[in-house]
């Protein structure tokens, strides 16, 4: 008769026991360390999407049309609008053209193909000086918002080393065209909008310039753009600041700040994009 063995009831008790206990002294040592690792994650991945979204409004400031830069502060909501540009360059002189109406010019250089320019959407802006922040579009204060300085892009003909940009008749304010024989070509406006409420940064394009700000994201033009694009959740707080005045400044600071927050866990970046303000 074979004898059959094994452990008892007791026995099974003991080493549930032990391992428990084993279990709770090992896990008091490795849930720092995983915890460390958890709230680096989440550290890291919030700086990534803040980086990314200041980058994102960096790389569209620069393209902003010289002197188009308004911010505004509704609350804890900014607003930050300019006019982004396809392509500049300069064009070549005829002061006549410009005191008396202009309808094309010639530039300086190849454009195009290089740049994108659209006719029936694009506008070329002449020697831009405010940005119309005071909701002024007389002559004295002469704003692309306004256009002023602007006009309808109808037809380019790449010439090679020198191309033509038509456009709709327009005397340009003010008479006389750019010191600098400078032009740019505007694809439209941008604006940016950051909500601590809402907990968003928002891009939005493709709707109609107006020449005054758009303030209210609930709104037309804003409410209808065509591109809503949402580039950061989780913000906190944040602040835009434009220290420029077109006046007397021909270069100007955007500062950007941004702050997200989950799970108790917060980041903060500061960015700094120096604008060019030379009409």
């Known amino acids: 008769m074979?004898?059959?063995?094994?452990?008892?009831?007791?026995?099974?008790?003991?080493?549930?026991?032990?391992?428990?206990?084993?279990?709770?002294?090992?896990?008091?040592?490795?849930?720092g360390p995983v915890q460390g690792y958890v709230d680096a994650t989440r550290r890291a991945e919030l700086t990534d999407i803040a980086d990314t979204a200041l980058r994102r409004v960096a790389r569209d400031l620069r393209l902003a049309l010289p002197n188009s830069v308004r911010v505004t502060q509704a609350g804890s909501?900014?607003?930050m609008e300019f006019l982004q540009t396809a392509t500049g360059g300069r064009y070549k002189d005829d002061e006549t053209c410009f005191s008396t109406g202009c309808a094309s010019i010639t530039t300086f250089g190849d454009v195009v193909p290089a740049a994108t320019i659209t006719p029936g959407t694009d506008l070329i802006a002449i020697y831009n000086q405010y940005n119309n922040s005071a909701a002024d579009c007389s002559a004295t204060n002469p704003s692309a918002y306004c256009g002023n300085n602007t006009s309808l892009v109808s037809a380019v003909v790449d010439g090679g080393n020198e191309d033509t940009i038509s456009f709709a008749a327009k005397t340009f304010v003010?008479?006389?065209g750019?010191?600098?024989?400078?032009?740019?070509?505007?694809?439209?406006?941008?604006?940016?909008?950051?909500?601590?409420?809402?907990?968003t940064l928002r891009r939005y394009s493709g709707y109609a310039i107006?020449?005054?700000q758009p303030v209210n994201d609930a709104a037309a033009p804003l409410s209808n753009a065509p591109t809503n694009v949402q580039l950061a959740t989780n913000v906190a707080a944040c602040a835009?600041?434009?220290?420029?005045?077109?006046?007397?400044?021909?270069?100007?600071?955007?500062?950007?700040?941004?702050?997200?927050t989950q799970a108790g866990e917060s980041v903060n970046l500061y960015h700094g994009v120096h604008i060019s303000n030379a009409p």
Do not use: M
Request: with cysteine.
């Open 240 to 260: 835009f600041t434009y220290d420029g005045n077109p006046a007397t400044i021909r270069a100007g600071l955007v500062s950007l700040w941004l702050q997200l």
């Open 178 to 199: 750019s010191p600098g024989k400078r032009f740019q070509v505007i694809s439209g406006p941008v604006t940016y909008v950051c909500n601590p409420t809402a907990g």
């Open 77 to 79: 909501t900014y607003y």
């Open 174 to 176: 003010p008479s006389g």
């Open 2 to 31: 074979k004898t059959q063995s094994g452990f008892s009831l007791i026995e099974a008790v003991v080493v549930i026991v032990i391992t428990g206990i084993l279990s709770s002294v090992v896990a008091v040592f490795i849930q």
């Open 210 to 212: 107006t020449a005054v």
